[in-house]
């Protein structure tokens, strides 16, 4: 007996919630941030936007945001967004070619400089504006998560001369944000 009233009550509950998730669907208005509830109509246009910004943004991005130079093994700098300050330490510090480094970055807090754990992030390496590594590609994933807030990635220059570091955040604690970076230049001796 105990179990019929069990399944009525799980059937009753189960019938409405796809009740109140259906009629949450059909009123959400078209334009809704959650892409997953938008109709095929504005996700086509929405995706169609997305795309030509997301292109337009990436070329400006570069330019937009304020490049550190790095000049000791412990470099500090906000996201252009400001939500994140970057640490970027890296080891052995100068960096020479052939020779394997560790790219430290600890997520944090601006406003308490604690670790900010749970980042969707990323980091590129390029030379003369022509990307040389992306993490992320190395994983054949769009980005990366820390569920730490703190990564070690290593990589080896093959090559001597001035190179660009780019730390991406895409999200926080589960959160997508806007994309935001902290560029760095790094000269390979």
Same mark, same amino acid.
């Given at each position: 007996?105990?179990?019929k ?19 949450v669907v059909?009123? !959400? #208005? /078209? ?5 997953f !509830?938008?109709?095929?109509?504005a996700?086509?246009a929405?995706?169609?936007t ?9 070329? $400006? ?9 790095i $000049? ?12 994140l ?5 890296? @080891? #052995? ?8 480094? @560790? ?6 807090? #601006?406003?308490? @400089?604690?670790? @900010? ?11 003369m504006?022509s990307e040389?590594?992306?993490a992320?590609?190395? $994983? ?33 604690n589960?959160? #997508?944000? /806007?994309t ?6 790094? /000269?390979?001796?």
């Amino acid at each position: 007996m105990n179990q019929k009233r069990n399944l009525v009550s799980f059937l009753i509950c189960f019938s409405f919630t796809v009740l109140v998730v259906v009629g949450v669907v059909t009123l !959400m #208005p /078209k334009e809704s941030g959650f892409g997953f !509830m938008q109709t095929s109509d504005a996700l086509n246009a929405t995706n169609a936007t997305s795309s030509a910004t997301n292109a337009t943004s990436s070329a $400006t991005n570069a330019t937009l945001s304020k490049t550190i130079q790095i $000049t000791s093994a412990d470099t500090k700098e906000a996201t252009d967004g400001k939500s994140l300050d970057i640490d970027l330490q890296i @080891q #052995p510090f100068p960096v020479t070619k052939s020779g394997n480094s @560790q790219f430290k970055i600890t997520f944090l807090q #601006p406003s308490s @400089q604690t670790v @900010q754990v749970h980042v969707d992030y990323d980091l590129s390496i390029s030379k003369m504006n022509s990307e040389v590594f992306r993490a992320s590609s190395s $994983t054949g994933q769009p980005l990366l998560h820390t569920a730490e807030g703190i990564v070690s990635i290593p990589y080896e220059f093959s090559q001597e001369g001035q190179y660009s570091v780019q730390v991406s955040v895409m999200g926080i604690n589960f959160i #997508p944000i /806007k994309t935001e970076q902290a560029l760095f230049e790094l /000269k390979v001796s």
